[in-house]
């Protein structure tokens, strides 16, 4: 099938000339009711003039009100500024917020925020799940929007109809569904026994492309497809350009179904290449990202990247043969601090000691909830410092370290905290107060060794095994 999707570019240079008046309509407490509970469909943006986020929307949704009039769907604005009493008894608690009302009864808009992505998501909304094609329509409803489903079967109630319409129920807001009863028209695909699962696989297969470039807008949609992911890095003003997509492109269509294939500006997304351990500015580069697991395979950088090595590299890959390449700060030279600092090459050693309670905190520099929280966790490496012996209280910098294959989770936000009870490899998650009487609450109830200092630990006591010390010290004076 070929997909396009339509939109209106004199929306965007009205917009900008100001030559035209708005095609949003501005509501207020007195007209709302009266101009949102006649409309079968509309979508309402609750704002705030100062919010970023909102004038980054603004000329996006100016574009998308024109070009959705000409479908009879209206846009609409609300000033929570303006209209703080009415905005804060709708329950507004964030901007911008969009909703999806149908006279008068909304439901939380989850579409893009750019232009053609609102067009579509409300052309979408506009639809029933599935849509009647026909042989005069049939060419009208390809081009509607980027993705499109069609199933063409003898009648309505033929088989796959149902599960057809089931999977258009479910997937409404993210592909548009037809159905055609047309006789001149032939299909070979779905089969009268496919599932709603088999269906919505298959459309997910074919909504991603065989090399297509990744950004913000397209991201989520290879993310959710739970596939690994190949990356080629350049720079897309490179006038090899399309020689580099060329070198990838055979093997991306050889493994298609099981290896996304995307190609990416190494300018912009520097900082992405270097989480990928593509660690030195040279391009064209590429990786393979396994997004279950969070394992990176980058492709030696010193070596010339050619179709057959990148095809024997996926190859490896999918064979489970091909090693990932964990980043690791270097080892530190001394662990002097109540938190033991963590990094990859020593996770094994130190988180995943059968013989200690282990509770550790992933962050990442840059966190704001980080910084906050150092304090405290300091103060609860000294908590539990005089028995450092049986109870590890660390950190680890998540950016700058991968987590081998060995453990169970990913880290996914910061800071993440979580307690390894000893004799145990399994992980407990924190989601308490970050108060350090919360923290120590937390260690005392989990922990499997014993927290006093005077209860014997192994063969002896912390007390026992500094008095040997001192012993062995003041005897080698004495030498």
């Known amino acids: ?18 030559v035209l008046a708005s095609d949003v309509i501005d509501l207020t407490n007195d007209n709302f009711d009266a101009v949102v509970k006649p409309e079968p469909l509309m979508l309402v943006e609750f704002f705030a003039p100062w919010c970023g986020h909102c004038k980054a929307l603004a000329p996006h949704y100016e574009e998308a009100a024109t070009a959705l009039k000409e479908k009879g769907i209206k846009i609409a604005k609300v000033n ?44 979408k909304q506009s639809l029933p799940a599935v849509s009647e094609v026909t042989k005069d329509s049939f060419e009208e409803f390809k081009k509607a929007d980027k ?4 199933a063409i079967l003898p009648s309505a109630t033929d088989a796959p109809a149902a599960e057809f319409s089931a999977t258009a129920n479910k997937h ?22 496919a599932t709603t699962k088999e269906i919505e696989d298959w459309i997910k297969d074919l909504s991603v492309p065989i090399l297509d470039e990744v950004g913000a807008e397209n991201y ?32 991306a269509a050889k493994y298609k179904g099981k290896v996304n294939f995307v190609w990416i500006d190494a300018v912009k997304f520097g900082d992405h290449a270097r989480a990928l351990n593509l660690n030195e500015p040279k391009w064209p580069s590429f990786v393979i990202q396994d997004l279950q697991k969070q394992l990176k395979y980058p492709y030696d950088q010193s070596a010339e990247l050619t179709t057959d ?14 090693e990932p390449q964990l980043k690791s700060q270097p080892i530190p030279e001394s662990q002097d601090e109540p938190v033991i600092n963590v990094v990859g090459k020593q996770f094994d050693e130190l988180v995943l000691d059968d013989q200690k309670d282990v509770f550790i905190e992933f962050y990442a520099s840059w966190c704001g909830h980080c910084k906050r929280l150092k304090p405290t966790w300091d103060s609860l490496g000294e ?97």
């Open 1 to 18: 099938m070929r997909f396009s999707h339509l939109f209106s570019s004199a929306a965007a240079l009205a917009f900008l000339s100001g």
């Open 80 to 123: 929570c500024v303006d209209e703080a009493d009415f905005c804060q008894s709708n329950g507004i608690q964030g901007y911008p917020t969009l909703r999806v009302y149908r006279n008068g009864e909304y439901s939380e808009y989850t579409g893009p925020r750019k232009a053609d992505g609102i067009i579509s998501y409300m052309v």
């Open 147 to 150: 993705i499109v489903a069609l």
């Open 172 to 193: 409404r807001d993210d592909y548009l569904f037809g159905l055609s009863t047309d006789p001149a028209t032939e299909f070979p695909y779905p089969l009268a026994s």
């Open 220 to 251: 989520q949609v290879y993310a959710q497809s739970g596939k690994p992911l190949a990356y080629l890095f350049v720079d897309p003003t490179d006038e090899k350009l399309d020689e580099y997509l060329a070198l990838v492109k055979p093997v």
């Open 309 to 322: 090595a990148v095809d024997s590299m996926v190859e490896q890959f999918l064979d489970g043969k091909l």
């Open 383 to 479: 908590h539990f410092a005089n028995v450092k012996d049986r109870v590890t209280i660390a950190k680890m910098e998540a950016t700058e370290n991968d987590l081998p294959p060995s453990v169970p989770f990913r880290i996914s936000g910061f800071p993440t905290l979580k307690f390894k009870p000893a004799g145990s490899q399994e992980f407990l998650d924190y989601d308490g107060d970050r108060s350090l009487e919360s923290l120590v609450a937390f260690v005392e109830e989990h922990a499997k060794n014993p927290l006093d200092p005077n209860v014997p630990f192994g063969n002896k006591t912390p007390v026992q095994e500094a008095a040997q010390v001192v012993l062995e010290h003041d005897h080698h004076d004495e030498l």
